[in-house]
């Protein structure tokens, strides 16, 4: 049968279809052969995998892990204080590096799914992580001797056992190890389902960063309507065991769409890649690299069969030049006779000196955007302790959740993605005749104002909070709840401009094959805004804690002055946004990248260094188009 099914199927669909297909995975059908060729085919009336039909199951899968996740991060906070009696300073820190090192363990995603895995299977495993933490979270919720007991007073509140911060501790940690293995694997998996080989694949891939976070967004408002809702006034326990059962629907959605989506082998962890060019290039230090490089040889083969469909051969580039020493030839004893290097400690190619030319040409964008996410840090924490303190009641009998805040910033999130992709490109294109986008750094910067304005507006809107409350002498404000409203806006149009912005740039800054390494980069980035933040809490405490109203710490904000940690933060984001201005947005600028290209084509016309192979020649014509494109044909 399968004989018969092979010689319907001509030499090229093969190539084009079947290439591109799982050469091992979990749904079945497909052998573990390297040979392409050797693969069954699909049907030829069965439609090609990939594209929005399998991006469709990816963000399904990417909207309910969210629904389930995020509504445990928006009450966290309120959860360890009423049912862990865990408050101030101590409550920042436990969310803060939970939240850190949920994102922190994307690298370790990255490394497995790269290296063994793939991005199917870590995902997969990510997901059953995540649902055996949020298990373990509702189990806290429902078993009394799983946390301490209700205080009775303010002098009498029992504080966590060993045991009881234990099981905690284990529900959050299998949580953080779910997020590393879903999270830079999610973007670069629907990422891997267009081909942006063409204009239509890499307009599809720049809208499917947009829908991307809309997507989930619409699960988080969800999330903290019904969900937290569900926590803070029916039950704790109902309220985890949603979120569970959303982790089961996540991982159900997933698998039906198995038969759609396109499968990458891994390649190996490009981290021990980029470890091995940096020995290499310090071992042949010595070397010149420039206008009189005619001696040397670089060690650029062409892509093989064996390489990925659509992959792209990096152009070598005129920047960071002394890694190129990597890729020099010395000696032809460096080379096996398969023109294979005989120590990749020694001897690199171009390829993989390129991939960490990449790597550290994001890292002025990187730096911009941790300290651009420092204030949509602030909402989790700080901004429900905020709104505990305010009145928060409609009518007489119903009080907001405090978990209610963050739909603001979904909602105005959501509205501007709407508004830009259904209203603004439209129009823009209608006007000008062409896609007309704001560019990648219009996009950042304005996110970076978003973020200052979010932070000076916070901290207007606490002093007048401390100074009604301290009036009227009242642990609770009588201003109403609302008045936190513009300044989550704010925060959610930093997101929908700088987050999605940032990510995009990521994504398409990297090749192909380090997709996972570019989601693992961007969670990286809100990691170390999360350790930031707690660092900062930490040292205004320490600095501020003798002063007769301290910027931060206790359970009682009138008694800080936490407008003064506000305006610091908008401050470290005026000179963040000066950074970008000055420094960091020309990297994030196309005409960086072209220029760069441009340099080296004349380099390597003026001086030939590469032409250790004569029969390349062709090749040559692919080169000076920028890129060259390898076909499976």
């Not at 960063?209 to 326990?237: G, K, M, R």
């Not at 960490?356 to 901004?383: E, R, S």
């Not at 739909?407 to 823009?428: F, N, Q």
């Not at 003064?564 to 963040?576: E, K, Q, S």
């Amino acid at each position: 049968m399968v004989k018969k099914e092979r010689n319907k199927q001509s030499s090229q669909h093969v190539s084009s279809t079947a290439s591109r297909s799982c050469t091992k995975n979990l749904c079945g059908g497909h052998n573990e052969d390297n040979n392409l060729i050797d693969q069954d085919p699909p049907a030829p009336s069965a439609r090609e995998p990939g594209g929005w039909r399998a991006v469709k199951y990816i963000l399904g899968n990417e909207s309910f892990e969210k629904l389930a996740s995020m509504s445990l991060v928006g009450n966290l906070t309120l959860y360890l204080q009423s049912k862990y009696n865990i408050g101030g300073v101590v409550v920042v820190n436990i969310v803060s590096i939970w939240s850190g090192s949920s994102n922190i363990a994307s690298l370790a995603g990255a490394f497995i799914s790269d290296t063994y895995l793939g991005r199917f299977r870590t995902l997969l495993f990510g997901s059953v992580a995540s649902l055996l933490g949020m298990g373990t979270m509702t189990l806290t919720a429902g078993i009394p001797e799983l946390r301490p007991s209700t205080c009775k007073g303010p002098q009498d509140c029992p504080q966590p056992k060993a045991g009881q911060y234990a099981c905690l501790f284990a529900g959050l940690g299998l949580l953080a190890i779910g997020a590393g293995g879903i999270r830079p694997c999610n973007i670069g998996f629907g990422a891997d389902q267009f081909d942006t080989r063409t204009e239509k694949g890499r307009a599809q891939l720049e809208s499917f960063f947009n829908w991307w976070y809309f997507s989930f967004t619409i699960a988080l408002i969800i999330a903290l309507t019904i969900v937290v809702y569900i926590q803070t006034n029916v039950s704790w326990v109902l309220g985890f065991a949603i979120p569970t059962a959303c982790f089961v629907v996540s991982i159900t959605v997933f698998l039906i769409g198995c038969h759609t989506y396109i499968y990458v082998k891994p390649q190996g962890s490009v981290f021990s890649d980029m470890v091995r060019v940096i020995s290499a290039a310090f071992r042949k230090r010595r070397l010149g690299v420039g206008p009189g490089c005619c001696e040397y040889e670089f060690y650029d083969p062409p892509l093989t069969a064996s390489d990925q469909p659509q992959m792209t051969k990096l152009k070598r580039t005129n920047r960071f030049k002394f890694l190129d020493k990597a890729a020099i030839i010395t000696d032809p004893s460096e080379l096996h006779n398969q023109e294979k290097p005989k120590n990749g400690w020694r001897l690199c190619s171009v390829q993989e000196v390129e991939k960490l030319k990449c790597f550290l040409a994001i890292f002025p964008v990187w730096l911009a955007g941790v300290l651009c996410f420092i204030p949509m840090d602030q909402h989790n924490t700080f901004g429900v302790l905020q709104a505990l303190q305010m009145d928060r009641s409609i009518g007489s009998h119903f009080m907001i959740p405090p978990g209610w805040l963050n739909l603001v910033t979904m909602t105005s999130l959501s509205i501007w993605i709407l508004v830009y992709e259904r209203i603004y490109v439209p129009l823009a294109k209608k006007l000008a005749k062409k896609d007309k986008r704001l560019t990648m750094t219009q996009r950042i910067k304005t996110g970076m104002v978003m973020s200052i304005l979010c932070m000076t507006m916070s901290g207007i809107v606490e002093k007048f909070r401390r100074d009604s409350a301290l009036k009227h002498g009242s642990f609770v404000s009588p201003i109403s709840v609302a008045f936190l409203c513009p300044q989550l806006v704010f925060s959610g149009l930093t997101e929908a401009f700088a987050s999605v912005s940032i990510m995009e740039f990521f994504t398409m800054r990297m090749p192909e094959s380090m997709r996972t390494v570019a989601g693992a980069i961007f969670f990286l980035s809100l990691s170390i805004t999360s350790y930031m933040s707690a660092l900062i809490v930490n040292i205004i405490h320490t600095a501020t804690k003798n002063n007769q109203a301290p910027w931060v710490g206790g359970h009682d904000l009138n008694k800080n002055r936490l407008e003064y940690y506000y305006f610091t933060i908008a401050a470290l984001g005026t000179v963040n946004l000066l950074y970008f201005i000055f420094f960091a947005s020309k990297y994030a600028e196309d005409s960086y990248i072209e220029s760069e290209r441009k340099e080296v084509e004349l380099l390597d016309n003026s001086i030939a260094c590469n032409s250790r192979n004569p029969s390349n020649k062709s090749d040559s014509m692919d080169e000076e188009k920028g890129l060259e494109r390898h076909d499976s044909n």
